[in-house]
């Protein structure tokens, strides 16, 4: 099925935007004035995606409340087979949205370099285990299955805001599950390296173009190469910044048939 031209080009006047924005930003063909409206939009646009994210995240706070008391003990003996499915689905379609929606805040705030983090101990392994045990219905659905060398309270001590990096493996564990073919695996591997633990995440897909890697952390960007087709494109440019935000990197490896990415993050070091 085609996609609609309108949602193209509204993608690439918002791409186009935001590389205007960064050749301003770094003092590239930019006059005074043009400065200062840089400053202007970047204050409005900031402002707009918080009250989109307020309007958006309160009517499916309430969605939220309404499915787990449905599938909460006292109702859910009287559902049928059918019924409790389709509530499963409406809740794994709810946390979708409710990711999406937190991306779209912290795109709009990272552009703007105050992304906020709260540092501190975290177990990888078990933010890692969370996570997994949320995507493990969507990957099930695909026939995909998840394997890896990680257990729940046996993981490297990293430095870093447990909420944010679940976000950071949600979004690489989800990506990697829409691009592994039917019946793949997706793979997980935790590694100490120096100061750093390294986590990367890979599924079997074709290597991406130079042109898309030079660009695939940006906003906007998708692929059909290495199976990444669907969502937004905004996912890696969140991730990408929530990396940076704790002092950490992300590489990608796209050889021997298969895409990987792994972000390195320091460890746990006790407090300075």
């Known amino acids: 099925m085609n996609s609609d031209p309108r949602n193209t080009f509204e993608t690439d006047q918002a791409r186009d935007g935001i590389e205007r924005s960064d050749e301003i930003r770094d003092g590239r063909d930019a006059s005074d004035g043009e400065l200062e409206r840089l400053r202007q939009a970047e204050r409005f646009r900031t402002q707009f995606y918080s009250v989109l994210h307020h309007e958006l995240k309160t009517p499916l706070t309430s969605i939220r409340a309404a499915l787990d008391m449905l599938l909460g003990p006292e109702l859910s003996a009287t559902h049928n087979t059918m019924v409790t499915r389709l509530l499963n689905n409406m809740g794994r379609s709810t946390s979708r949205l409710e990711r999406l929606i937190s991306d779209l805040l912290d795109v709009a705030i990272a552009q703007g370099d105050d992304l906020p983090i709260f540092r501190g101990p975290v177990d990888i392994s078990n933010v890692i285990h969370q996570v997994v045990t949320e995507l493990t219905p969507t990957a099930d659905s695909k026939?995909?299955?998840?394997?890896?060398?990680?257990?729940?309270?046996?993981?490297?001590?990293?430095?870093?805001?447990?909420?944010r990096l679940q976000q950071i493996m949600a979004n690489l564990l989800s990506n990697a599950i829409k691009a592994s073919p039917?019946?793949?695996?997706?793979?997980?591997?935790?590694?100490?390296?120096?100061?750093?633990?390294?986590?990367?995440?890979?599924?079997?897909?074709?290597?991406?173009?130079q042109e898309l890697k030079d660009r695939l952390f940006e906003p906007f960007q998708k692929s059909a190469?290495?199976?990444?087709?669907?969502g937004t494109g905004l996912g890696l440019s969140v991730v990408?910044?929530?990396?940076?935000?704790?002092?950490?990197?992300?590489?990608?490896?796209?050889?021997?048939?298969q895409v990987k990415f792994t972000i390195v993050i320091p460890l746990w070091r006790g407090q300075n």
């Open 240 to 257: 990408n910044s929530l990396v940076a935000a704790h002092d950490g990197r992300i590489d990608l490896d796209d050889s021997g048939g």
């Open 225 to 230: 190469a290495g199976g990444y087709r669907a």
């Open 182 to 209: 039917d019946c793949g695996p997706v793979l997980i591997d935790i590694a100490e390296v120096s100061a750093n633990a390294e986590i990367s995440v890979a599924n079997r897909g074709e290597p991406l173009d």
């Open 143 to 163: 026939g995909v299955f998840i394997a890896g060398g990680w257990r729940g309270g046996d993981g490297p001590m990293v430095t870093g805001d447990e909420i």
